[in-house]
């Protein structure tokens, strides 16, 4: 076999494993708690536009382009660890006190070099996957929500 066949081979592998990251996550159940949780600063589209994000010394980020930065599929672990806690997020606080206040977001300690995602971060994470958009749809669509609202002032 030639190196560019396996090359090849080895590129559909890792996007097979890439895609079934979130097979087991829910993304509907991503979303429930994305609203409830995270919609307050990050805003309903997820775009960084929350209620709240004026009075915020940190702007929250646009979810809906972690792609960008991180690639796509994204990668579950990591974007778990800012999510729970064990990656610092000055925004979201200490772990011991995290902004939301409550401590849903518990996660297994990690066996060997295998780390646990808990049900719940691995649903959020899943709901992000689902609504990656690259940089110019993110701001095409922050544009057409602007005009809209002044339309229906």
Request: proline share 5%; hydrophobic share 40%.
């Amino acid at each position: 076999m030639t190196r560019t066949g396996k090359s090849a081979i080895f590129a559909f592998g890792f996007m097979l494993i890439g895609a079934t990251a979130f097979a087991g996550a829910d993304a509907a159940k991503g979303r429930a708690l994305y609203q409830r949780y995270c919609a307050s600063c990050h805003g309903i589209g997820a775009d960084g536009h929350g209620p709240v994000a004026s009075a915020l010394k940190t702007p929250p980020a646009d979810l809906r382009i972690l792609s960008n930065r991180y690639g796509n599929p994204l990668p579950e672990d990591q974007i778990a660890q800012f999510i729970d806690g064990r990656a610092d997020v000055q925004a979201h606080g200490p772990r011991e006190m995290p902004v939301w206040g409550e401590r849903i977001w518990a996660y297994g300690e990690a066996e060997g070099q295998q780390r646990k995602v808990s049900p719940r971060i691995a649903d959020l994470v899943a709901y992000l996957q689902s609504i990656q958009k690259t940089q110019q749809q993110a701001r095409l669509g922050q544009s057409l929500d602007l005009l809209d609202r002044r339309v229906n002032r």
